[in-house]
C-alpha cells in the first residue's frame, strides 16, 4: 500500500471535492481517498502493482483541475 498527498488546484466548492474524490474512488488500486478544499489537497492510499501516480494526476486532470508538484 502506498500513500500520496497531491496538491490539487482549481477547485472552489464542496461540489469540487466531490468530483476529485469520484475519479480517485473509480481507480481500480484505490482504496481511500481524503479531498480537502481548504488546502487543495487529495490524500490516498492506493495498490501500486495495480495504479500509479500517472494515473491519479491523469484522473485529476481529466476531472479539471490540476495537479502542483
Do not use: W
Not at 1 to 7: H, R
Not at 19 to 40: C, D, H, I, R, Y
Amino acid at each position: 500500500m502506498t500513500d500520496i498527498t497531491l496538491t490539487v488546484t482549481g477547485m472552489s466548492c464542496g461540489g469540487c471535492v466531490n468530483s476529485v474524490q469520484n475519479v480517485l474512488k473509480a481507480l481500480p488500486g484505490v482504496q481511500t481517498v481524503e479531498v480537502t478544499l481548504s488546502p487543495g489537497q487529495a490524500r490516498v492510499s492506493y495498490d501500486d502493482s495495480r495504479v500509479d501516480r500517472a494515473a491519479l494526476v491523469a484522473a485529476i486532470v481529466g476531472a479539471g483541475f490540476g495537479v502542483s508538484d
